[in-house]
């Protein structure tokens, strides 16, 4: 997968050595010129920057990137509420901390008017915009609970933007009901849905999925869920949730099919990379640490620098704290994600960060980093500047 080529001597029989194809094709120089040019980076310019230790170079040129596309100084975040309807799983990821069984003394499973009200209650609190609800791929519910869960929270709020379910519980809506992935989007769709999360996807190369995610549908599944929201104009987010097994090629090839979707269907708003949070899961037991900050602004910057066609990179500020997210500012992220109200699965997988972090003081880490805060809806439509 790494392309074969890397480092082999290209000289002719006979003649004298000119250059291999490493320094030809992919030193930090030659990407340099392709950004400068705004020329699309390839695969093995997306292996140099991931092989690359010059963490400010990296940054610097994404930055560029960024701004060569017509980034400017603002800086995104929504208010949002965050919601789970279930934690009962049926598929038993590795990585994963948040899921019980239903025999579990922990487990829940909320009704629609369990939700409706806690979110109306939450609303008097925060003037959320968005709702982001994920949850478990449970076997005790059926499609007519997620139909009702959206028709009644869209009722209940009709001005709040309702982004809902993994495209893997799209999935498993369509596995419970028989359905096909277009009929339950569009099912979704018709009570109130607005655009879905991009979790889900964790790593795409079957050898990661195998490792970490063995019940989880094939990534190809992944990529047709979003290929058909996007289709029925339902927009969608991406994300890569890397730091456990997977390697650097697995990392590049996973950015350029989101990137080749993306070319298809333009229905991606911004990606997030996820760092991988090792606590209460099996990989603890094995001694496994975090992600560090280096990893985490490196991943930012090639995102920013292989997704040309992607406008907003988050810097997900739940996952890598308010100060590492100042500083992804300037490695290409143009987006912190929000005011967050209530966050449960980074955090039953040891994330440290406050779970809501109020306007004023998100505006104020912002402006710090030298950006203009602005908050905006989903659809990147503005609501305040500061
Ligand atoms: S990551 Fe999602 S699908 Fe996997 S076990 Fe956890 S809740 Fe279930």
């Known amino acids: 997968m790494a392309g074969g080529a890397r480092g082999v001597d290209v000289r002719g029989r006979g003649e004298e050595p000119l250059t291999t194809l490493t320094t030809l094709g992919s030193s930090l120089e030659s990407i340099r010129a392709k950004v400068e040019a705004n020329e699309r980076l390839d695969f093995e ?35 949002n509420l965050y919601l789970n309807q279930t934690n009962v799983c049926r598929v038993k990821c590795k990585f994963c901390a948040f899921a019980v069984t239903q025999k579990q003394a922990a487990a829940y499973t909320h009704s629609p008017a369990e939700l409706v009200e806690d979110a109306l209650r939450q609303r008097e609190l925060t003037g959320f ?31 709040v933007h309702l982004k809902c379910f993994t495209a893997s519980e799209i999935h498993h809506m369509t596995v419970l009901s028989g359905l096909s992935h277009e009929r339950v989007l569009t099912e979704l769709r018709e009570a109130g849905l607005g655009s879905l999360p991009g979790g889900g996807a964790e790593v795409f190369a079957e050898r990661v999925r195998r490792l970490v995610a063995p019940g989880k549908e ?42 080749a979707l993306q070319d298809e269907t333009s229905g991606f708003l ?23 900050g280096a990893d985490d602004l490196k991943l930012i910057a090639v995102s920013r620098l292989l997704l040309d066609n992607v406008a907003n990179i988050k810097a997900y500020w739940i996952m890598m704290g308010m100060p ?44 710090a980093a030298g950006r203009i805060p602005v908050q905006r809806d989903t659809l990147y439509r503005e609501v305040r500047r500061w």
């Open 270 to 292: 911004a990606f997030i990379p996820l760092a991988f949070h090792p606590e209460n899961t099996v990989f603890e037991q094995r001694g496994w640490r975090h992600t560090t």
């Open 324 to 367: 590492l997210a100042q500083i992804a500012l300037h490695f290409g992220a143009n987006d912190v994600q929000g005011t967050v109200v209530r966050e449960q699965i980074f955090h039953a997988a040891g994330a440290q960060t406050e779970t809501e972090q109020k306007v004023g003081e998100l505006a104020r880490f912002v402006r």
């Open 45 to 79: 310019d997306g292996l140099a920057l991931l092989e690359s230790s010059d963490l400010l170079a990296l940054g610097e040129l994404a930055d560029l990137a960024r701004r060569n596309r017509g980034g400017t100084d603002e800086v995104y975040f929504v208010q």
């Open 129 to 159: 915009t968005e709702i982001h609800m994920v949850g478990g791929e449970s076997p005790h519910v059926d499609f007519d609970y997620y139909v009702d869960i959206v028709r009644s929270l869209k009722q209940a709020m009709p001005d």
């Open 218 to 259: 094939h990534s190809e599944i992944w990529l047709e869920t979003h290929r058909t929201a996007h289709a029925l104009g339902i927009p969608t987010h991406c994300t890569m949730l890397y730091g456990h097994v997977e390697n650097d090629e697995e990392r590049v090839d996973h950015l350029l099919r989101l990137r």
